[in-house]
């Protein structure tokens, strides 16, 4: 992300590697699946289990698994500076969302239980807008208590180190 003159980074971070575990855990089974598949295959083929035959799809399930999933975080970016929120997703194509400090109305955190025992969780900003209200969400984040407390320095400083009302 482009940070502008004068414009400070009080935030930037990826998904937690922890918050694709579901995916891994899915893959793991798929990958297992087609390799009971493969075996089976290869014993009505030959009258016996050829591990080649097993090996093949479980090894590219996982290399894929690893890849994707790798990839998928490394491609999405959160950054709260002191005047923007700012979501970028992609490698190839690209998807910015971009919002000023001033029009987030209300931030929420939740975590599933899942999620807390990862220590991952989303959080939601509301944003006014003038037609309707947008959600801009920081998705498996490792620490979302910590993206909120950045959001509150970063409006801090947006309005000139004044605090209160």
Do not use: C
């Not at 980074?9 to 995916?23: A, D, E, M, Q, W």
């Not at 087609?34 to 075996?39: E, N, S, T």
């Not at 698994?65 to 190839?92: F, N, P, Q, S």
């Not at 900003?125 to 959600?135: I, N």
């Amino acid at each position: 992300m482009d940070v502008a003159q004068g414009e400070t980074v009080v935030f930037r971070g990826h998904p937690s590697l922890r918050s694709v575990l579901g995916f891994y855990v899915a893959g793991l089974a798929v990958a297992a699946l087609l390799g009971a598949l493969a075996a089976g295959v290869s014993y009505l083929a030959e009258d016996e289990i050829k591990a080649g035959w097993v090996a093949l799809p479980v090894v590219a399930v996982l290399a894929v698994l690893a890849v994707y999933g790798v990839l998928k975080r490394l491609a999405t970016e959160y950054v709260i500076t002191d005047r923007r929120l700012h979501i970028r997703r992609g490698l190839l194509s690209r998807k910015t969302e971009e919002t000023k400090i001033g029009r987030i109305q209300n931030v929420n955190t939740s975590q599933s239980l899942l999620e807390r025992l990862m220590r991952v969780g989303t959080v939601d900003f509301d944003v006014a807008s003038d037609e309707r209200q947008d959600l801009f969400r920081f998705t498996g984040v490792a620490n979302p208590r910590e993206v909120v407390e950045a959001l509150d320095r970063a409006t801090e400083a947006a309005a000139g180190g004044r605090s209160g009302p």
